[in-house]
Structures are given as C-alpha cells and as structure tokens.
C-alpha cells in the first residue's frame, strides 16, 4: 500500500547505485577482480563507503599501497562497464521502484537522477530500463568538478530547481552525508 504523501514534494531526486538499480555487488566484484586480491563485501563496504573527499584514492594509496591509483581506477571502470553489459540480464531495479516511479510520474512529480557514474553508463541503464527516461534531469560525472561525496551534484539540483520541495533517496552513509550538507 503506497502511504506516500506526494504533495510534500515537488521533486524526488535518486542516487543511481543500489538506489535506482542493484548494482552495487558488481562494484565489489569489479574492485576485486581489479586489485586481483580476496576481501569480503563487508569490507569492500567499509573502505569504499566513505565520507572523506577522494576516499577511494585514499584507499588504494593506504590500504592496498597502490601509488598509481588513476589507472587502476580507470582499469576497474572499464571492467565495471564490460561486467554489467555482460550481465544486462541480472541487472535489475530495486524492489518496488517502478511502481515508485510511476506513482510519482502519475501524481504530476518529477524525478531526478543525481550519479557519480558516467553519462554512458546512465544510458545503458535507461535502455534496460525505460522509466529512467521520464526523468527530469539526470546528473553524471562528467557534470561535476567534485565528486560525490562532496555536495556540488546535489547543489546543482537546487541551482536548476529553486524554490521547489524535494526530497532524497540514499542508500550508504557516504551519501547521506553529503545530502546532507546542502541547505
């Protein structure tokens, strides 16, 4: 039974992994394969969930004493999109959040989408998925000077929408913070 109250909001602004589609065990997946090393979710979740600026360079220099950490990220990137194009078919959207979507849509709301990834990666999701189309507005990487955790992508929201409700969907603590930085 849908209990929302729509009319607090004017915009619903989404985070993208593990928010919008369940892809965050791909990440893990692609971390491990790129470090070639054996660790569990659970602290792949807790080194790489952080609300530090550059916390995953911090990371792969401390942790895993990787000093050329760009290529590496890049490596795990390209590795991460090759994985999900692969996978397409297990790919799927969080329970309950097409009828979300569609609710907000059929309540005359809309929806934003607000991604460290890159605008590729949103398209090939938005093909999986065609609701992902209706949003508003979405926001990727390649938008951004500063990236999540840092609130630039979540100001740029209120810049391109002033005066209007909204209200955020997170799903780690690194973006819980962040949200709530913005005023």
């Given at each position: 039974?849908?209990?929302?109250?729509?009319?607090?909001?004017?915009?619903?602004?989404?985070?993208?992994?593990?928010?919008?589609?369940?892809?965050?065990?791909?990440?893990?997946?692609?971390?491990?394969?790129?470090?070639?090393?054996?660790?569990?979710?659970?602290?792949?979740i807790s080194k790489f969930?952080?609300?530090?600026?550059?916390?995953?360079?911090?990371?792969?220099?401390?942790?895993?004493?990787?000093?050329?950490?760009?290529?590496?990220?890049?490596?795990?990137?390209?590795?991460?999109?090759?994985?999900?194009?692969?996978?397409?078919?297990?790919?799927?959207?969080?329970?309950?959040?097409?009828?979300?979507?569609?609710?907000?849509?059929?309540?005359?709301?809309?929806?934003?989408?607000v991604s460290n990834?890159?605008?590729?990666?949103?398209?090939?999701?938005?093909?999986?998925?065609?609701?992902?189309?209706?949003?508003?507005?979405?926001?990727?990487?390649?938008?951004?000077?500063?990236?999540?955790?840092?609130?630039?992508?979540?100001?740029?929201?209120?810049?391109?929408?002033?005066?209007?409700?909204?209200?955020?969907?997170?799903?780690?603590?690194?973006?819980?913070?962040?949200?709530?930085?913005?005023?």
């Open positions: 039974m849908d209990t929302m109250d729509y009319s607090k909001y004017d915009i619903f602004i989404f985070d993208l992994d593990d928010t919008i589609i369940q892809t965050e065990y791909y990440h893990y997946i692609c971390w491990k394969n790129t470090l070639n090393t054996d660790f569990t979710y659970e602290y792949f969930h952080s609300n530090e600026e550059n916390n995953i360079p911090h990371v792969l220099t401390n942790v895993f004493n990787i000093q050329d950490y760009k290529d590496v990220i890049e490596q795990k990137k390209r590795r991460y999109l090759n994985y999900v194009q692969e996978n397409k078919d297990n790919i799927k959207l969080i329970d309950g959040l097409n009828e979300f979507l569609t609710q907000i849509i059929l309540k005359n709301k809309r929806f934003v989408i990834s890159p605008k590729s990666q949103i398209d090939f999701y938005c093909e999986l998925f065609p609701i992902l189309k209706k949003s508003s507005k979405m926001y990727y990487s390649e938008m951004f000077q500063n990236k999540k955790p840092n609130a630039e992508c979540y100001m740029n929201v209120l810049r391109d929408f002033p005066n209007e409700k909204m209200v955020g969907f997170e799903d780690s603590i690194t973006g819980i913070h962040y949200m709530t930085q913005i005023k």
